[in-house]
Nanobody, 126 residues
Framework: QVKLVESGRGLVQPGGSLRLSCQMS????????IAWFRQAPGKEREDVSC????????HYKDSVKGRFTISRDNAKSTVYLQMNSLNADDTAVYFC???????????????????WGQGTQVTVSS
């Protein structure tokens, strides 16, 4: 059974940092592209960053480039999202998801993501 569990929710001040984790189980880690999505109040869900299945390349949405870093620990079957220089626009529920049908490109393909976590809240506020 595929299972994805996010953790790391929190309230952080503008300019602060937070690290999210996504613990995965029930599937072969190497066979899936892995992504972080987020959904802000009143907005559609959007992808933020992903790691491609084909070669492990990290991809980022323009608005988070240089601030967010996605990484994976294969031994722990865990993917992380390190978020720095947070601002109010980053406030959202963050989800991790995996897709087995994507190759090098893994951003902009939300409908291809097969399995999702339950989400974790990130609030950036002073």
């Amino acid at each position: 059974q595929v299972k994805l569990v996010e953790s790391g929710r929190g309230l952080v001040q503008p300019g602060g940092s937070l690290r999210l984790s996504c613990q995965m189980s029930g599937f072969d880690f190497d066979d899936y592209s892995i992504a972080w999505f987020r959904q802000a109040p009143g907005k559609e869900r959007e992808d933020v960053s992903c790691i491609s299945k084909s070669d492990g390349t990290a991809h980022y949405k323009d608005s988070v480039k240089g601030r967010f870093t996605i990484s994976r620990d294969n031994a722990k079957s865990t993917v992380y999202l390190q978020m720095n220089s947070l601002n109010a626009d980053d406030t959202a529920v963050y989800f991790c998801a995996v897709a087995d049908g994507l190759g090098y490109y893994c951003l902009g393909y939300e409908r291809h993501y097969n399995y999702w976590g339950q989400g974790t809240q990130v609030t950036v506020s002073s």
